[in-house]
């Protein structure tokens, strides 16, 4: 199997005394297109940034979308950063107006819009912002805990007490994006992870989870073998599944 970006110029690797990581990128057997973008880039204070957008729209708008994100946090200074998640909320914020704008100005891009997991890691502290239905997972003593929680009209309706918990969880909605950058009102959420060693990061578009189970992401990660092989695998089983839709994955092992 041939796994590889579809776009120029975009590491997949990178190795540092604190951490390791490896990003997988493919369309899946189903859609024409990877609307999916990813990024990895350091920093000269040793920080990292690792983000996943899974672009929408018809007639591949989402890969506009997506790909406005990526050459965004790609030129993106987050050197010496006082306020990470801060920052990235910001940035995504400007995005959502900027995407949101241009769909206004141009009919052909009506309705285009991505989602976005951005995470900066900088000195054994993961801070992330989060848009959308895409997932920061922690890998931590054997236990897989997802950090984000989609931005889904599911999620919606339970907090409004539309719904219950365990309607919740089969509810067609959960499917249904409430928000996404490019909607032009998006609420970013944000926080961060005080890293151990031997922690693990996974941000991944909805190919991931929406193709199998945690426990099944856990098994995986619970192998011991790098980082790179891990999201390797990752990606082999969800095409195994069907590879129904875009699917990308960044996978962060904290060394120290």
């Not at 590889?4 to 990003?23: G, R």
């Not at 929408?56 to 306020?83: F, H, K, M, P, Q």
């Not at 192998?223 to 990308?248: C, F, H, M, W, Y």
């Amino acid at each position: 199997m041939r796994i590889h970006p579809m776009w120029k110029n975009n590491k997949t690797n990178l190795n540092t005394p604190s951490l390791n990581v490896s990003a997988v990128s493919h369309a899946g057997y189903v859609r024409d297109k990877n609307e999916d973008r990813f990024i990895i880039k350091n920093f000269k204070d040793r920080s990292v940034l690792c983000a996943v957008a899974d672009g929408l729209g018809d007639e591949g708008t989402g890969v506009y979308a997506s790909e406005i994100i990526r050459e965004r946090l790609e030129y993106a200074n987050l050197n010496d950063c006082l306020d990470p998640a801060g920052h990235l909320e910001h940035m995504a914020l400007e995005m959502d107006r900027d995407i949101y704008n241009k769909s206004q100005r141009d009919h052909y891009l009506d309705g285009m819009g991505s989602t976005l997991i951005g995470v900066l890691v900088q000195d054994q502290v993961a801070y992330w912002v989060h848009v959308g239905d895409s997932r920061l997972y922690l890998y931590r003593n054997q236990e897989l805990v997802q950090v984000t929680r989609d931005q889904t009209l599911a999620r919606f309706l339970l907090k409004e007490g539309e719904i219950t918990e365990k309607q919740a969880l089969s509810h067609h909605s959960r499917h249904v994006m409430d928000q996404y950058l490019g909607c032009g009102y998006s609420e970013p959420e944000k926080g961060f992870i005080e890293l151990e060693s031997k922690d693990m990061l996974v941000i991944a578009s909805d190919g991931l989870h929406q193709s199998m189970d945690a426990e099944v992401v856990s098994s995986v990660l619970l192998q011991p073998d790098s980082i790179e092989n891990k999201v390797k695998s990752l990606l082999q089983r969800a095409l195994n599944n069907g590879g129904q839709d875009n699917i990308t994955i960044v996978g962060i092992d904290i060394m120290v």
